[in-house]
């Protein structure tokens, strides 16, 4: 019954009554006026889609309803049917241009369809697809000498997997294998997958399902806008010592954390935090993992990697989302002493740095050195934020502006004293934003902050657009 409910709702909002701009071109549409107003004018861009005559959304959201899980759900109160894309831009069944200020959930970075990694993901294509790790292809091999010159340290040893929550899972295989320990530390409001191990150490009752997780403490989230000790992380990581001290027998596998929280609404720990946690775990034997799935690969602009924010040096990194621009890849990097646990038995991984998906990669790394697209997450993020503080100052529901480079977060709240989430706002704005041209996210523990997470080719003229319009949507409240 509950599944049947889920499928009418799909397809109600499918099939219900759009607006009239359905069958006017993208120019049209951002230039008409809603309630009197002329809505912003999205930047030139210099691409217009072939003509889309596959399935409309009214067949796909039936087919989806039918035959895919019924846990999937959709933004919108309306559906999108994207079936174009190309750098910063997304285009609907009608031929519409969307600006992403979402990416895929953080992960394209380099832009939709860019030329040159789908030139290096058919050219792979083309000469093998798919052969497995028993043979040798220069393709893994080049892709994890270039990702080992991104890292600092000892960390030069790549295993590659299929997925963020892959790598993670293998990560804290590996710490526990290393130390001989089980127990794992993580923070609150922390999301490092949804498959057993992962899942025990995400700290969000949403993301939770009701199996056995063992071994994991959640510590006290250093949450500079809610948390009990502002940005002062050297107060928050006292709680990492009393977890081990109360919660375990002084010594511990290892701790996970994020350096920016992507899921539980871009919150970048308290300064201080990391180097304090990373000390305190390592004199109780533990490993310390950096999840770097969405914070990391030039994002955050000041750095590549999250965790350098913080001026630690992790002795397990993990990655996926950017590092494949939308291509379904992820990879471990440790030290070659802690990478010799997985020798004691048989580590195999089928399809774990296939070439194609290590040929994009590789070719992902490239595009970000050639076209400078760290430094380009810093200025564009930087000046982004900037307005979004201003908007801030306009609009009381704003309760907080965070995050790095293009990984920004916007809190709203209803009452900032309380600081009560703005849940059925924040849907509004949504879809007002949306029909106005503007994709972006959401996430926190409340669904109620904006998650802006863009392709790093992101423009300070598509920021002026976005601010305009969060601005109008947020006006409409």
Request: hydrophobic share 40%.
């Amino acid at each position: 019954m509950q599944r049947l409910a889920s499928s009418r709702r799909l397809l109600q909002a499918a099939l219900a009554p759009g607006r009239a701009h359905s069958s006017l071109s993208a120019a049209a549409v951002a230039a008409a006026p809603e309630n009197g107003v002329a809505a912003p004018k999205m930047p030139p861009f210099d691409y217009t889609p072939p003509p889309y005559d596959g399935p409309r959304v009214a067949e796909i959201a039936r087919k989806r309803a039918e035959f895919l899980s019924p846990s999937l759900f959709h933004f919108y109160d309306r559906p999108l049917n994207i079936v174009d894309g190309k750098l910063q831009y997304l285009f609907d069944e009608d031929g519409r241009r969307y600006l992403d200020a979402f990416g895929g959930i953080a992960t394209v970075c380099c832009g939709h369809c860019h030329p040159d990694v789908i030139e290096a993901i058919v050219n792979q294509a083309k000469k093998i697809q798919h052969s497995t790790v028993l043979y040798l292809n220069h393709a893994i091999a080049d892709f994890a000498e270039a990702l080992a010159s991104k890292m600092p340290g000892d960390l030069k040893v790549v295993f590659f997997t299929n997925s963020g929550t892959e790598a993670n899972e293998l990560a804290l295989m590996i710490a526990r294998l290393y130390t001989g320990c089980h127990d794992i530390i993580s923070l609150r409001n922390g999301y490092h997958g949804n498959a057993a191990a992962t899942m025990g150490t995400t700290a969000q009752c949403n993301w939770k399902f009701n199996i056995v997780q063992t071994g994991v403490h959640h510590a006290l989230n250093p949450d500079p806008y809610r948390g009990a000790f502002g940005s002062d992380g050297e107060k928050y990581a006292k709680d990492i010592q009393e977890t081990i001290d109360y919660g375990t027998t002084g010594r511990v596998a290892g701790f996970i954390s994020e350096a920016i929280q992507g899921v539980g609404g871009i919150v970048e720990l308290a300064p201080g935090y990391l180097p304090a946690a990373y000390k305190m775990v390592r004199e109780a034997g533990g490993l310390c993992i950096a999840d770097e799935v969405q914070v990391g690969v030039a994002r955050t602009g000041s750095h590549f990697w999250g965790f350098e924010g913080q001026g630690v040096i992790p002795d397990i990194v993990t990655m996926a989302k950017g590092i494949g621009n939308g291509m379904p890849i992820g990879a471990v990097v440790t030290t070659p002493e802690i990478a010799q646990v997985l020798t004691r038995r048989s580590y195999f991984n089928t399809f774990g740095g296939n070439p194609v998906s290590t040929a994009a990669g590789h070719a992902v790394l490239k595009v970000l050195e050639k076209e400078k697209l760290q430094e380009n997450a810093f200025v564009v993020g930087s000046y982004l934020k900037e307005q979004l503080n201003i908007l801030k100052e306009k609009h009381d529901i704003i309760g907080d502006v965070r995050g790095r480079g293009l990984l920004l977060g916007v809190e709203l709240v209803t009452d900032h004293q309380k600081k009560t989430p703005a849940k059925a706002e924040i849907a509004q704005v949504m879809n007002h934003m949306k029909d106005m041209g503007v994709l972006v996210g959401k996430g926190g523990f409340y669904g109620n902050v904006f998650r802006v997470t863009p392709p790093l080719c992101f423009t300070k003229e598509d920021s002026d657009f976005f601010i305009e319009v969060m601005d109008i949507a947020l006006s409409k409240l």
